[in-house]
């Protein structure tokens, strides 16, 4: 079983990517994305599922995984931002106050990028 590598459907998803890409990119490799995910997302863990033999679907770590590193190209500011700065824009008050977060909001809601399970209920 040593050096086997499992398949399971979940490594065919996109936040399996993400993952391989943070474990690749970190110089701390699974330890440090494992820490920088947080409690339920440890280095044992991890190690399972890039190996494709964790027992289950990780629902949790995927969450997570996509919470923490995945990216979008903002067409609006122009750079990189965080899935979590999409939801933040998103599920927080119209900022009737300030012109540019205000068009920046109208940006997010039009935006192709703005992942699917962030779009707002009417």
Same mark, same amino acid.
């Given at each position: 079983?040593?050096?086997? %590598? #499992? ?6 998803? =996109?936040? #399996? ?5 943070? $474990?690749? /990119? /970190? ?5 440090? $994305?494992? /820490? =920088?995910?947080? /409690?339920?997302?440890?280095? &044992?863990? +991890? &190690? ?6 964790? !027992?289950?679907?990780? $629902?949790?770590?995927?969450? %997570?995984?996509?919470? $923490?590193?995945?990216?979008? %190209?903002? !067409? ?8 979590? #700065? @999409? ?5 927080? !008050? ?9 068009? +920046?909001? %109208?940006? @997010?809601?039009? @935006? ?9 209920? &009417?």
């Amino acid at each position: 079983m040593s050096g086997e %590598r #499992f398949s399971r459907t979940y490594m065919r998803e =996109r936040w #399996f990517g993400v993952l391989e890409k943070a $474990v690749a /990119d /970190d110089p701390r490799g699974i330890q440090g $994305v494992a /820490d =920088r995910l947080g /409690d339920g997302c440890g280095r &044992s863990a +991890l &190690s399972l599922i890039l190996s494709g033999a964790y !027992p289950a679907q990780p $629902v949790k770590v995927s969450r %997570r995984v996509l919470e $923490v590193y995945d990216c979008y %190209r903002c !067409p609006y500011l122009g750079h990189d931002v965080r899935a979590d #700065f @999409c939801a933040k824009i998103q599920r927080g !008050p119209v900022p009737t106050w300030d012109p540019a977060a205000l068009d +920046l909001r %109208r940006a @997010c809601q039009r @935006c192709e990028q703005r992942p699917k399970h962030q779009e707002m209920k &009417s």
